[in-house]
């Protein structure tokens, strides 16, 4: 959906659309809320006249048990109903967070690593917690309440005006200034929301790489400013948490100074009333049942609206959350100028071929970097890419694994081809060795583990470790040298079902004997029969090729092998 038709208000849009998946459930809180209502009547009716008959009529306890199972049943009721309400209303908060959750996890997945670089990952785990966190209220208490709020206070007005039209038209008029001030007020609310979240979710990034990089802040002497520049942050949003509660705050005790006046009214026009005091209008008709049951729904009355405004700030709190989420969702600019896949599965190719059509890539500030390119990969086969850095070979892998979409042209892919991709900085979690293995197998069992990774070559290093693949390893792979978590992370290649295998620059930054091993790895991947795309500048790499190719203002130029590798001593 584009942004013009989103110009009224996007925020809200975008909540009721997210509501339409739970409609039944929605229902099903209003109409537990409205049961509660009518049993909130009759318990208050029963008491009324249980009150009169025995004041005003002398009437003995025993001729009123009926009326007291009545308000005992109405009791019950009113529990079970309100219980039903708040079960519904969970329900659906739960399966809303849910479908949004899903929805930014595979946004998150269609953008892939390269849109999102400019993203930091604190941010994006804030978002996909606190801010789907913060529409649960909004979903499982507020949007009921909007419907019981209008409908149980009519239920009562309808009954306060047969008893007495008086008293009913002082409700009535007391009625709407309770919304309005809470909208007046709300509107500040949602703009401290918006800020809160963007506070946190700058803090959390800012905390994250203070901690990232805590080695580096104590040799350079820094941690002691590191940490008073995280506490300045935190106060920070300590007091944007204090902004908006105190707007909550001042917007619940604007509704009850209103309920407390209005129903100050009611007390004393009954009192007076029922004294005598009061000649005018239907005063003289008031009974202690009429008196007492107005007296009685008059809070009633008006509990639906104070309820509102309690859940008024999850309405805020929702606003300013799908602001952010709304950015992330479809506001992230895209390479290429769409969102549509850069490779293309299709019956016409084996596993682990690949066709480029005239392919082009641009991007911002750099214009054109690739194109045209056209490339024909056959299943098994092993092609090196060789050039200076900044010449595309990382693009066009990124290209054919998917992570970037081509301005023009056409990248095919195998049908039912798996594609693993591996470069210098590998992804590895906080766990043991075997649980990063079990990412791309987690049915493996520990001989295929350990197998895999004597294939990469880290079969010394298992001897050596006392826990073997229950080694621990902590964020990024800490525990393990750069070469040790290359190869791990090439053992997760050999574990994978990938057909086709996209490496870039493998070797980077390793010793001599690591880049051997990696080598190794590399070669038993391609006896397998795998097809290796590989930006490289190793001459042993570009030996184990079966083509070369370099990229040379952003074309694809096949190269002989002494000429590659008189090349890689320069590029």
Known sequence: MSRATRAGNPSRDWLKRQAAGV????????????????????????MAWVVDRLVSHDEAPGDVVVALLVIGVALVVRSLAQWGQECCGIESGLRVRQQVRHALLDRLAALGPVRLASRHTAG?????????????????????????????????????????????????????????????????AQRLNEAQFQAVTRLSGHFLDRVRGIATLQLFGLAARSTAEVAD???????????????????????????????????????????????????????????????????EFFQPLRALSQHYHDRASAL????????????????????????????????GEIALEAIELEHEGRGQVLGPVALHVSPGEVVALVGPSGSGKSSLLQLIAGFAAPSAGRVEVGADTAIAWLDQRP???????????????????????????????????????????HTALGERGVGMSGGEAQRLALARVFLSPAHLVLLDEPTAALDPKTEQLVI????????????????????????????????????????????????????
């Open 320 to 351: 300013g959350a799908a602001e952010g989420l709304l950015v992330l969702l479809d506001g992230t600019p895209v390479e290429g100028g769409d969102e549509r896949a850069s490779a293309v599965a299709t019956n016409s190719l084996a596993p």
């Open 124 to 188: 994006l785990a804030s978002q996909l917690v606190d801010q789907v966190e913060a529409l649960d209220g909004y979903y499982a208490r507020f949007l009921p309440q909007m419907v019981l709020a209008a409908a149980i206070p009519m239920l009562y007005l309808v009954v306060v005006l047969w008893l007495n039209w008086l008293a009913g038209i002082w409700l009535l008029i007391a009625a709407p200034l309770i919304p309005l001030f809470m909208a007046l007020i709300g509107m500040g």
């Open 520 to 571: 190794e790895g590399l070669r038993r991947l391609a006896a397998e029969g795998r097809t290796l795309l590989v930006a490289t500048h190793h001459p042993a790499i570009m030996g184990m090729a079966g083509r070369l190719y370099a990229i040379e203002q952003g074309h694809l130029v096949a190269v002989t092998a002494v000429r590659a590798s008189q090349g890689a001593e320069v590029l």
């Open 23 to 46: 409609r039944g459930w929605h229902r099903a809180a209003v109409a537990c809320g409205l049961l509660a209502a009518m049993a909130t009547l009759f318990q208050m009716g029963g």
């Open 427 to 469: 992804l590895l979690i906080q766990g043991s060795v075997a649980e990063n293995l079990r990412l791309v197998a987690p049915a493996a069992s520990d001989a295929e583990l350990e197998r895999a990774l004597c294939h990469a070559g880290l079969g010394a290093w298992l001897a050596a470790a006392p826990a073997g693949i």
């Open 233 to 299: 942050v935190a106060d920070d949003y300590r007091r944007r948490s204090l902004k908006t509660l105190r707007v909550a705050f001042l917007s619940s005790a604007v509704l009850e100074f209103f309920a407390a006046v209005s129903v100050a009214v009611v007390a004393i026009y009954i009192g007076f009333g029922l004294l005598g005091f009061i000649d005018y209008g239907p005063a003289d008709e008031l009974t202690l049942f009429s008196g007492l049951l107005i007296l009685m729904l008059a809070p």
